[in-house]
């Protein structure tokens, strides 16, 4: 191993076994199977887990990636780095339990990442769609309005940037601890865990295309969603943290930019 962490009870598997062989033993319930990653939620001692096994991308894929102006996915390092960044920044996310990576060869580098499960049986984006049709709480949605704008805030201020920001990877789950919480329906206040962080990008600073590429991606996801033009304003000043005259008087190419980007992407789903 080039490197490895774990804590109980996989610092005692490990330190015994091959983790890439242990982990290739289990047995659960297979979420992705790619060549170059694959995703499996299994139990231990009573507990469930989700581990992230990554492959050798190859020198193609590396310089696809590298010709398109993209840093290239390598290794788990990517998402344990930025799951530590936003729990610095105060963000509600994964919590990682062991990680290691095998390799110096960036092509055929092996590594891996196990996150504890995040009780939940809800993403947003299960809740847009549910609501399609329905009447909405406006309580409710002015809530998860104010907290989505409010993580995202969080993330972009500590200078990560996602690059997969759409509601599906934001978990409903059980409120513990610090950190925002929303109702839903006559359930107890539950808080949202932002989650699938593999290809996020982590700067002192997040570039203006990134924060476009972002905030688009999140507007396209939230076309599913019953929500009006004041939501979406609602949005824009809890994101930005100001009053909302000021936001749209300083600040219209930006966010015209932020629009035009979901709609393009909603036009090219529809074409798929």
Same mark, same amino acid.
């Given at each position: 191993?080039?490197?490895?962490?774990?804590?109980?009870?996989?610092?005692?598997?490990?330190?015994?076994? *091959?983790?890439?062989?242990?982990?290739?033993?289990?047995?659960?319930?297979?979420? +992705? *199977?790619?060549?170059?990653?694959?995703?499996?939620?299994?139990?231990?001692?009573?507990?469930?887990?989700?581990?992230?096994?990554?492959?050798?991308?190859?020198?193609?894929?590396?310089?696809?990636?590298?010709?398109?102006?993209?840093?290239?996915?390598?290794?788990?390092?990517?998402?344990?780095?930025?799951?530590?960044?936003?729990?610095?920044?105060?963000?509600?996310?994964?919590?990682?339990?062991?990680?290691?990576?095998?390799?110096?060869?960036?092509? +055929?580098?092996?590594?891996?990442?196990?996150?504890?499960?995040?009780?939940? *049986?809800?993403?947003? *984006?299960?809740?847009?769609?549910?609501?399609?049709?329905?009447?909405?709480?406006?309580?409710?949605?002015?809530?998860?309005?104010?907290?989505?704008?409010?993580?995202?805030?969080?993330?972009?201020?500590?200078?990560?940037?996602?690059?997969?920001?759409?509601?599906?990877?934001?978990?409903?789950?059980?409120?513990?601890?610090?950190?925002?919480?929303?109702?839903?329906?006559?359930?107890?206040?539950? +808080?949202?865990?932002?989650?699938?962080?593999?290809?996020?990008?982590?700067?002192?600073?997040?570039?203006?295309?990134?924060?476009?590429?972002?905030?688009?991606?999140?507007?396209?996801?939230?076309?599913?969603?019953?929500?009006?033009?004041?939501?979406?304003?609602?949005?824009?000043?809890?994101?930005?943290?100001?009053?909302?005259?000021?936001?749209?008087?300083?600040?219209?190419?930006?966010?015209?930019?932020?629009?035009?980007?979901?709609?393009?992407?909603?036009?090219?789903? +529809?074409?798929?």
């Amino acid at each position: 191993m080039t490197k490895l962490f774990a804590s109980p009870p996989f610092a005692e598997i490990f330190a015994r076994e *091959d983790p890439f062989l242990w982990l290739a033993r289990q047995d659960g319930e297979l979420f +992705r *199977d790619a060549p170059a990653r694959r995703t499996l939620r299994f139990e231990l001692a009573g507990k469930a887990y989700f581990v992230k096994l990554h492959g050798g991308v190859g020198w193609r894929e590396i310089l696809k990636n590298l010709l398109s102006l993209r840093l290239p996915v390598l290794d788990a390092r990517q998402e344990k780095d930025a799951v530590a960044a936003l729990i610095a920044a105060e963000v509600p996310t994964l919590d990682v339990v062991a990680w290691g990576v095998s390799g110096r060869d960036p092509a +055929r580098r092996r590594s891996f990442l196990i996150t504890r499960e995040i009780a939940s *049986d809800a993403t947003l *984006d299960d809740l847009a769609r549910r609501a399609q049709g329905q009447a909405v709480g406006v309580v409710e949605k002015r809530r998860l309005v104010g907290e989505v704008a409010e993580l995202v805030r969080r993330m972009h201020a500590a200078g990560i940037n996602h690059r997969d920001l759409y509601l599906v990877h934001f978990l409903l789950g059980a409120a513990v601890g610090r950190g925002p919480a929303v109702e839903v329906g006559d359930r107890c206040s539950r +808080r949202l865990h932002l989650i699938d962080l593999h290809r996020a990008g982590i700067r002192p600073r997040v570039p203006r295309r990134w924060l476009i590429k972002d905030l688009g991606s999140l507007h396209f996801s939230a076309m599913a969603a019953p929500l009006t033009a004041r939501d979406r304003l609602r949005f824009l000043r809890a994101y930005r943290a100001r009053p909302l005259r000021a936001v749209l008087a300083e600040e219209g190419g930006f966010w015209r930019a932020v629009e035009r980007r979901g709609q393009r992407l909603w036009h090219a789903a +529809r074409q798929a």
